[in-house]
């Protein structure tokens, strides 16, 4: 199984609310090719078979971001999970 933790290391390190990566750039980072399904829109969507083992897709949630592959399929855009703050507030 491939490894997506740098993915989500470098998704947790960022500040904006949404970011694009190319498919290039996403695979320099993992540091192998993504497989062809990787162009397909259904394989980094979150709400798409949520029971299924995706770790592309784990990674991405793990570090706060849902990823939605660009109409093109030249890259991928993750946007910010949005959280309730007012539960922590005293």
Known sequence: M????PLRDYLAQQTAPE???RMDEIEEMLGFDLPRAS???????STYAPDEHMPQREACLAAGYIATR???GSGVRFRRIKT???RWRG
């Open 2 to 5: 491939k490894n997506f933790d």
């Open 19 to 21: 970011l694009v990566l």
């Open 39 to 45: 162009h397909r829109a259904a394989w980094w969507d």
């Open 70 to 72: 660009l109409p093109d």
């Open 84 to 86: 309730d703050r007012s």
